[in-house]
């Protein structure tokens, strides 16, 4: 099993800009990661007309584009996936993978938080939450990190999740 780290946080924390930070450090030690976005309210990048799109509105339940260098999958599941089966079923060949999202699982968790917003942290120990990065230091017995310390962050997963 590929291992499996999320990063959670509330809006406008900066999820996704950490994520941004996180890979290309990973990726410079040489490490391969793939990316899973929760989305609550559904998506559909398929445009009206396309030869794909078409293929859909047919009833393909799968529909893959593929080119060079890229593929993409339309997939209609049967259920809804966990983390787990979306990582089973659709990654592969990948050293590392990083969800942003999906704050009610059972995984490793990373929380963003900004003390400005006055909000309450989403997770805690219990919760499998295993650091905190933010814009002031919070102590609740799990490592901190600067919300822009990427190289720091990247190596902490490095430590714990990957080999090399």
């Not at 999958?73 to 787990?84: A, C, H, L, N, S």
């Not at 997770?123 to 230091?137: F, V």
């Amino acid at each position: 099993m590929i291992p499996i780290v999320s990063i959670v946080g509330r809006s406008n924390t900066g999820k996704t800009t950490l994520i941004e930070g996180i890979i290309p450090e990973l990726k410079k030690q040489g490490y391969r990661v793939a990316t899973i976005k929760h989305n609550l309210h559904g998506f559909d990048v398929d445009r009206e007309g396309k030869d794909s799109w078409r293929h859909r509105r047919a009833g393909a339940g799968t529909v893959v584009l593929a080119a060079p260098r890229s593929i993409v999958v339309f997939d209609e599941p049967d259920r809804e996936y966990d983390i787990k089966g979306i990582a089973e079923n659709y990654i592969k060949n990948r050293d590392i993978i990083i969800t942003e999202g999906f704050k009610g699982n059972p995984l490793p968790k990373i929380e963003v938080f900004r003390t400005a917003l006055k909000q309450e942290l989403l997770c805690g120990p219990d919760d499998n939450l295993i650091a905190l990065a933010g814009d002031k230091p919070v102590d609740i017995g799990v490592p901190y990190f600067d919300l822009n310390d990427y190289s720091g962050i990247a190596e902490f997963i490095k430590k714990a999740f990957l080999k090399g």
